[in-house]
């Protein structure tokens, strides 16, 4: 089975995601993979165990065209222990839900940048911007393995369930680091997997785009964070937070999918 290329990946990631943005309706909730309740989830995995129950804070204040468009898969919020004047980047920010909690936290001092490459998302999240009324927070187009924002110039980076879509996750974190204040830190949720998916299931592109199978197993997740140049790194999963799975070695077999809690920090100069 042919192997699916960054371009195809992309492409296909945009078309998923637009239309979610395109077809959303506050009276059905989306999920980042089964995009309506008519259709069957894209691979065999736990999604209320993986999708549900994901912030803690209040999100009551946000309007319905946020939160029922959030396509999370936890709460890099809570994760990040935000703090008031802070420069924070949001990579993937869809219709703005992560980017509009952190812009309350880093109030009027504070300022937010929400990176995404799907046009239909980028619209969402301005129109929510006006509902909110938030000034502290800007929408940019532009990939995550190129993000639009100058060196050394962020806090803290979050991410919700949005890196595992990446076709070059090497890129991504690479360019999270560079962004970065020395100093600065990560607090991402996302897919990760004890075990790795056969080459047949990452060929299958709506289970890729469905957040599941671009996943990689926790050790070479780590790795590509290591090897950015990242320091103080955990990855947790969600359900079971007890347990540090950083210093995983390599898993053999059937990949199990997991949400996990990431955190790491780049080095101070």
């Known amino acids: ?28 909730a989306s ?13 065999d995995v736990d999604e209320d165990a ?13 309007p319905e065209d946020v939160t029922g468009l959030s396509l999370g898969c936890g709460d890099p919020i809570t994760l990040a222990d935000l703090e008031p004047g802070q420069t924070v980047l949001d990579l993937g ?25 799907t046009d239909s998302m980028l619209e969402k999240a301005n129109r929510n ?6 000034a502290n927070v800007e929408f940019r187009k532009g990939q995550i393995e ?22 070059d996750k090497t890129a991504v974190f690479q360019e999270a680091y560079r962004v970065l204040k020395p100093g600065g830190r990560l607090a991402v ?3 990760v997997t004890l075990g790795k998916f056969t080459p047949e299931e990452r060929a299958d592109m709506a289970a890729w785009t469905g957040c599941i199978t671009g996943a990689e197993d926790v050790a070479d997740y780590v790795g590509f964070m290591k090897a ?14 007890d347990v540090e799975l950083a210093d995983s070695l390599a898993h053999a077999g059937e990949a199990k999918v997991l949400s996990a809690r990431v955190t790491a920090v780049k080095a101070q100069g």
């Open 31 to 43: 999920s980042c993979c089964s995009p309506n309740a008519d259709e069957r989830g894209c691979c």
């Open 93 to 117: 920010s869809g219709a703005g839900i992560d980017c509009f909690m952190a812009a309350r936290q880093v109030g009027e001092t504070g300022h937010v940048i929400g990176v995404d490459m």
């Open 146 to 167: 190129a993000i639009p924002v100058d060196n050394d110039s962020v806090d803290v980076i979050l991410s919700n369930c949005v890196i595992n879509l990446s076709p």
């Open 189 to 191: 949720s996302d897919m």
């Open 1 to 28: 089975m042919n192997e699916l290329t960054a371009d195809q990946i992309h492409e296909e990631v945009k078309e998923r995601y637009g239309r979610l943005a395109d077809e959303f309706k506050v009276d059905v």
């Open 129 to 134: 911007k006006e509902k909110v009324g938030l």
């Open 50 to 62: 993986l999708f549900s129950n994901l912030y803690s804070a209040d999100t009551s204040w946000l």
């Open 228 to 241: 950015a140049g990242f320091t103080d790194i955990s990855v947790r999963d969600k359900n079971n937070p």
